[in-house]
């Protein structure tokens, strides 16, 4: 359940494919309430599905250049939520993530690029269970983007490449492993808040 890849922790980044305005430089901050970090993986014949409820991060938006735009992020590991609490307790040990030892999961990003009026990608670090891995995010603007070059919230989704835990060495000494998939697709909706 390696899933916490999160990304996404990350993918708000996005924030830089807004429409132009006069401002340069503005900072975003996430707003967990109205955001989600997900993850599904295979679990013998089924799916198991997750999330991290604990997380936060900023958007720093050039929208004059957006090459020159960055996101962090980070995830609280112990959060992770499959709504099956021995599971969950399970994950949060040293067979998975062992939460106690690196109780973050972090993101920041290295390079953005506008792909489209309403996409980007933004390469970056993600650092899980003390290993870092080069990710890139594929991220689109949901919504209009005149209305998010004007509102004080703007809000993206976010997806990588399925994130292999076994990168990460997530669940590697876990008895059982063989139950879990490899792959773990993560899906990341981010909605953020100009900060004041």
């Known amino acids: 359940m390696k899933s916490k890849r999160l990304l996404f922790p990350l993918a708000i980044a996005i924030g830089l494919v807004v429409a132009p305005s006069n401002q340069a430089g503005e900072l975003f901050k996430f707003d967990p309430t109205h955001s989600t970090i997900t993850f599904k993986v295979r679990h013998l014949l089924g799916t198991a ?18 090459e020159k735009s960055s996101v962090s992020a980070t995830i609280k590991a112990a959060s992770i939520d499959t709504e099956n609490a021995k599971r969950d307790e399970h994950l949060r040990t040293a067979d998975f993530f062992d939460v106690r030892k690196y109780p973050e999961i972090t993101f920041k990003s290295r390079s953005v690029k506008k792909t489209g009026p309403n996409a980007g990608e933004i390469a970056g670090d993600l650092t899980m269970h003390g290993v870092t891995r080069a990710i890139t995010l594929s991220v689109q603007l949901l919504g209009d983007p005149e209305a998010a070059s004007r509102n004080s919230t703007t809000r993206w989704r976010a997806i990588t490449e399925p994130l292999k835990r076994s990168d990460f060495g997530v669940g590697e000494g876990a008895g059982g492993n063989w139950m879990i998939g490899n792959d773990v697709a993560v899906e990341i909706e981010i909605e953020a808040a100009r900060a004041k």
């Open 49 to 66: 599905k997750g999330k991290f409820t604990k997380f936060s991060g900023t958007i720093e938006v050039d929208r004059e250049q957006a």
